[in-house]
C-alpha cells in the first residue's frame, strides 16, 4: 500500500458514532422538549424538532454510505421537514410527535442495519477496505518487478473487463503481456492475463464453456486471492468451480498489480473497488 | 385477452379500483338522482379505469416484444457477482433460479434471481410472457440500470425472463 505509516481502516467519522447518534439526537429532543414543558420555561418548543431533523440527515447518510440503497431511510429528511415545518401549538402534540418520530426513526435504523448489509464508508487514507485491502497489501511484494506500463495494462484490462467491454480486453492483455516479457516477474500475472483474455473473447462471442481452459498452475497459488479448487471435476449438477475461480483470481491478481505498481490508476480503480470486493468475497 | 400477437393483462389492482369505484357509483346512483343524470359521462369514466391500463399494457408489452430480439443479439452472459456499477447501460443475459417475486399485483413484478455467485434484482415495468414462479430456472435478459435511476445498487431493467431447461457446463482443466 502506498501509505503504510497511516492505519488501515481509518475513515473520516466511524458509522457506528452516527448510528448512536440518530437515537440520540432524536430521543434527545423529545426529552428536551419534556424537560422545557416540566419546567414551565417559556420557550417555544418546536425548535426541539431540530434534533429530529439532525437525525434524520444523519440516517439519510447511513443509508447514503451503503452500497444498497434504502429509499425509506433517504427520504426521511424530506419527512422531517414536512412534519416539523408545520407549527403545532400544543405542547403535548409537538412532544408526541418528536416521540413517535424518534421511535420511527430508530425502527428505520435497526432496519436499515439488518436489510441493507454493511456501510463502505469513505476512506480518508487512499487504502482498501477488508480483506481486498489484505490481499493487495500481501501482493505487494510480488508487484515490485512490474513497471508502470504493465500494472497500467493490468488496470485497463481490468477496468474494461468490468465495464463489460470485453471486446477490448484481448486487446488489454496482449499489450500487458508483451511488457511482462523479460521482467523478471513471476508467470501467475502472464497467467492472469491470458484467462482474462480468453474468458473475455468467450463472453463477447457468447460461446459456451469450452472443453479446456486457461488455468493458474499450483506454483502461482501462493499469490492468488482465493485458494484453487481440489479438483476440476464437474459436480453433479455439471459445474466446474475451476474456470469462474481462474477468473476471479485472475481479475484479482490484476487489480492488486495495477494497484500497487500503478499509483495513477488508483482513482480510477477506485471506482471498480466495490466489484473487487465482491469477487474476493466471493 | 389478445391484441394481434400481445396478450394484455391487466392487473389485479386495477381491477379493484374499477370495482371499488363500480360499487361507489351504484350506491350514489341508487341514492342520488342527481348523479343518475350524469351516468352518461359516469359510466365510460368508470370504463377508462379499466382500458387506459389495458392500453398501457398492450403498448409496454407490445415494445417489449419489439426491443426482445435486439437483446438476445447484443446481451452478454455474464454472472451475477460480475454484474457492477460500471457495467450500467450494458445489455446481459444471466440464468439462474428466481427466489423471490415482488410486485406481481402491480404488473411491475421485481424477480430476485440468484444464481452460485450471487442475486440480483431483476426489475420489469411490464408482466412478462411467461407466469414465472418462486424456483423456476430462467434466463434473463435486460439492461443494467442503477436501483433508483442516478443511485443505488445495480439492478437489471428485465426485457425478457422465461424458463429454461438446467443446461450443462462442459468445462475441464487444461
Same mark, same amino acid.
Given at each position: 500500500?502506498?501509505?503504510?505509516?497511516?492505519?488501515?481502516?481509518?475513515?473520516?467519522?466511524?458509522?457506528?458514532?452516527?448510528?448512536?447518534?440518530?437515537?440520540?439526537?432524536?430521543?434527545?429532543?423529545?426529552?428536551?422538549?419534556?424537560?422545557?414543558?416540566?419546567?414551565?420555561?417559556?420557550?417555544?418548543?418546536?425548535?426541539?424538532?431540530?434534533?429530529?431533523?439532525?437525525?434524520?440527515?444523519?440516517?439519510?447518510?447511513?443509508?447514503?454510505?451503503?452500497?444498497?440503497?434504502?429509499?425509506?431511510?433517504?427520504?426521511?429528511?424530506?419527512?422531517?421537514?414536512?412534519?416539523?415545518?408545520?407549527?403545532?401549538?400544543?405542547?403535548?402534540?409537538?412532544?408526541?410527535?418528536?416521540?413517535?418520530?424518534?421511535?420511527?426513526?430508530?425502527?428505520?435504523?435497526?432496519?436499515?442495519?439488518?436489510?441493507?448489509?454493511?456501510?463502505?464508508?469513505?476512506?480518508?487514507?487512499?487504502?482498501?477496505?477488508?480483506?481486498?485491502?489484505?490481499?493487495?497489501?500481501?501482493?505487494?511484494?510480488?508487484?515490485?518487478?512490474?513497471?508502470?506500463?504493465?500494472?497500467?495494462?493490468?488496470?485497463?484490462?481490468?477496468?474494461?473487463?468490468?465495464?463489460?467491454?470485453?471486446?477490448?480486453?484481448?486487446?488489454?492483455?496482449?499489450?500487458?503481456?508483451?511488457?511482462?516479457?523479460?521482467?523478471?516477474?513471476?508467470?501467475?500475472?502472464?497467467?492472469?492475463?491470458?484467462?482474462?483474455?480468453?474468458?473475455?473473447?468467450?463472453?463477447?462471442?457468447?460461446?459456451?464453456?469450452?472443453?479446456?481452459?486457461?488455468?493458474?498452475?499450483?506454483?502461482?497459488?501462493?499469490?492468488?486471492?482465493?485458494?484453487?479448487?481440489?479438483?476440476?471435476?464437474?459436480?453433479?449438477?455439471?459445474?466446474?468451480?475451476?474456470?469462474?475461480?481462474?477468473?476471479?483470481?485472475?481479475?484479482?491478481?490484476?487489480?492488486?498489480?495495477?494497484?500497487?505498481?500503478?499509483?495513477?490508476?488508483?482513482?480510477?480503480?477506485?471506482?471498480?473497488?466495490?466489484?473487487?470486493?465482491?469477487?474476493?468475497?466471493? | 385477452?389478445?391484441?394481434?400477437?400481445?396478450?394484455?393483462?391487466?392487473?389485479?389492482?386495477?381491477?379493484?379500483?374499477?370495482?371499488?369505484?363500480?360499487?361507489?357509483?351504484?350506491?350514489?346512483?341508487?341514492?342520488?338522482?342527481?348523479?343518475?343524470?350524469?351516468?352518461?359521462?359516469?359510466?365510460?369514466?368508470?370504463?377508462?379505469?379499466?382500458?387506459?391500463?389495458?392500453?398501457?399494457?398492450?403498448?409496454?408489452?407490445?415494445?417489449?416484444?419489439?426491443?426482445?430480439? #435486439?437483446?438476445?443479439?447484443?446481451?452478454?452472459? =455474464?454472472? /451475477? *457477482?460480475? %454484474?457492477?456499477?460500471?457495467?450500467?447501460?450494458?445489455?446481459? $443475459?444471466?440464468?439462474?433460479?428466481?427466489?423471490?417475486?415482488?410486485?406481481?399485483?402491480?404488473?411491475?413484478?421485481?424477480?430476485?434471481?440468484?444464481?452460485?455467485?450471487?442475486?440480483?434484482?431483476?426489475?420489469?415495468?411490464?408482466?412478462?410472457?411467461?407466469?414465472?414462479?418462486?424456483?423456476?430456472?430462467?434466463?434473463?435478459?435486460?439492461?443494467?440500470?442503477?436501483?433508483?435511476?442516478? #443511485?443505488?445498487?445495480?439492478?437489471?431493467?428485465? =426485457?425478457? /425472463? *422465461?424458463? %429454461?431447461?438446467?443446461?450443462?457446463?462442459?468445462?475441464?482443466? $487444461?
Amino acid at each position: 500500500m502506498s501509505q503504510p505509516d497511516i492505519p488501515a481502516g481509518s475513515t473520516a467519522v466511524p458509522a457506528a458514532y452516527v448510528e448512536l447518534a440518530v437515537p440520540v439526537f432524536s430521543f434527545g429532543a423529545a426529552v428536551l422538549a419534556i424537560l422545557i414543558w416540566t419546567s414551565g420555561i417559556a420557550i417555544d418548543l418546536r425548535f426541539t424538532a431540530t434534533g429530529c431533523v439532525i437525525a434524520s440527515v444523519l440516517l439519510a447518510y447511513l443509508a447514503w454510505i451503503r452500497p444498497k440503497k434504502d429509499i425509506v431511510a433517504l427520504t426521511t429528511p424530506v419527512y422531517a421537514i414536512i412534519f416539523f415545518a408545520v407549527p403545532l401549538d400544543d405542547a403535548v402534540a409537538t412532544i408526541t410527535l418528536e416521540l413517535l418520530y424518534a421511535v420511527s426513526l430508530s425502527i428505520l435504523l435497526v432496519r436499515l442495519k439488518s436489510r441493507f448489509g454493511a456501510p463502505v464508508a469513505a476512506r480518508v487514507d487512499g487504502t482498501l477496505a477488508g480483506s481486498l485491502g489484505d490481499y493487495v497489501e500481501r501482493s505487494q511484494p510480488a508487484c515490485a518487478c512490474l513497471t508502470p506500463a504493465a500494472a497500467h495494462r493490468a488496470a485497463v484490462a481490468f477496468m474494461r473487463y468490468a465495464a463489460g467491454e470485453y471486446g477490448d480486453v484481448p486487446v488489454e492483455s496482449r499489450e500487458g503481456i508483451l511488457l511482462l516479457d523479460n521482467s523478471g516477474c513471476a508467470p501467475a500475472f502472464k497467467t492472469a492475463f491470458e484467462i482474462l483474455a480468453e474468458q473475455a473473447i468467450l463472453t463477447e462471442k457468447s460461446r459456451p464453456r469450452p472443453e479446456w481452459y486457461k488455468q493458474f498452475a499450483s506454483a502461482d497459488e501462493a499469490l492468488l486471492a482465493r485458494p484453487l479448487p481440489h479438483s476440476c471435476k464437474k459436480n453433479d449438477e455439471e459445474y466446474d468451480e475451476g474456470y469462474d475461480a481462474a477468473l476471479d483470481n485472475a481479475l484479482l491478481l490484476l487489480f492488486a498489480a495495477a494497484w500497487n505498481a500503478s499509483a495513477a490508476d488508483r482513482a480510477h480503480l477506485s471506482t471498480a473497488e466495490v466489484f473487487a470486493l465482491r469477487i474476493i468475497e466471493g | 385477452m389478445k391484441i394481434g400477437n400481445v396478450d394484455v393483462k391487466v392487473s389485479i389492482l386495477a381491477i379493484a379500483v374499477f370495482v371499488v369505484f363500480t360499487i361507489l357509483l351504484l350506491v350514489a346512483s341508487v341514492n342520488s338522482p342527481e348523479v343518475r343524470s350524469q351516468l352518461i359521462w359516469l359510466i365510460p369514466g368508470l370504463f377508462m379505469l379499466l382500458i387506459i391500463p389495458m392500453a398501457l399494457n398492450y403498448m409496454s408489452r407490445s415494445q417489449y416484444a419489439d426491443i426482445t430480439p #435486439v437483446y438476445e443479439a447484443e446481451a452478454k452472459t =455474464v454472472r /451475477i *457477482k460480475l %454484474i457492477n456499477e460500471n457495467m450500467i447501460g450494458k445489455p446481459v $443475459r444471466i440464468e439462474g433460479v428466481v427466489e423471490k417475486v415482488r410486485f406481481r399485483f402491480l404488473n411491475r413484478p421485481q424477480f430476485i434471481v440468484a444464481d452460485r455467485s450471487g442475486e440480483i434484482s431483476c426489475k420489469m415495468f411490464t408482466n412478462p410472457d411467461e407466469d414465472i414462479h418462486e424456483h423456476d430456472v430462467v434466463e434473463v435478459l435486460g439492461m443494467v440500470i442503477h436501483r433508483y435511476v442516478a #443511485v443505488g445498487d445495480p439492478v437489471i431493467n428485465c =426485457v425478457s /425472463i *422465461k424458463r %429454461i431447461e438446467k443446461k450443462s457446463s462442459p468445462a475441464k482443466e $487444461r
